[in-house]
């Protein structure tokens, strides 16, 4: 299968989100599984909870295309479908924060199927362990891979090595780190292209690892 990365564009959001629901199945991804509990018995594109988890989460990824620091990229076929796709944080320049940039974000509606309080735990479980190996400034200094997701019909064909290859190409180049805290199905992945454990991370009861790739 012909691959290549290109950066995401708003056009891409929706398949975008269409990869991640598919990769990331409540049956199997304690996170989805947690952060959206009502979906546990639904199968994918089943019910109105279903539709809203995609409509708020096309807006949500929609929104991170304003983001300074964020980076995301799609690895499409020969026919420019969308197979997969990685989010990454870039390490702060000088004057960088979290700030958007001064562009339309589309507006964040709440989703009623979300668990806000799995959500605040996960966010602190994660900024906990982003200040234990980086110290106070966690994890702005070095290449962040927040996300990465392969549609199951187009997994183990190369296309997650690729999407990780090319950020840990770009943290090479300017000399920085690259962290993320891996589901156990990734770890296998991100073993094979040189990431150490750092420390394992307990994530709704379910092992994760937090792990490096030394580039600095």
Known sequence: MAL???????????????????AFDP?????TRNLFPGLQARPPGAGDQQQGLRQW??????SRLHVKRSVMMVAVDAEDVVVGYSMWFAPARNGD???CEPLPRPKLLPFEGLD???????????EDDARETFGEQGSENVW?????????RHQRKGVGRLLLDWGTQQAEAEGKDCYLVATPAGVPLYRAANFESTRTVDIFGTPHVSMIKRCA
Request: hydrophobic share 50%.
């Open 4 to 22: 290549h990365l290109r950066p995401a564009t708003e056009v891409d959001i929706a398949d975008i989100v269409d990869v991640a629901l598919a």
């Open 116 to 126: 806000g309080a799995a959500l605040a735990r996960l966010r602190q479980v994660m």
């Open 97 to 99: 924060d979290d700030e």
């Open 57 to 62: 989460s096309v807006a949500r990824k929609s």
């Open 27 to 31: 049956r199997v991804d304690a996170v």
């Open 144 to 152: 962040n891979l927040d996300s990465l997701g392969v549609h199951p």
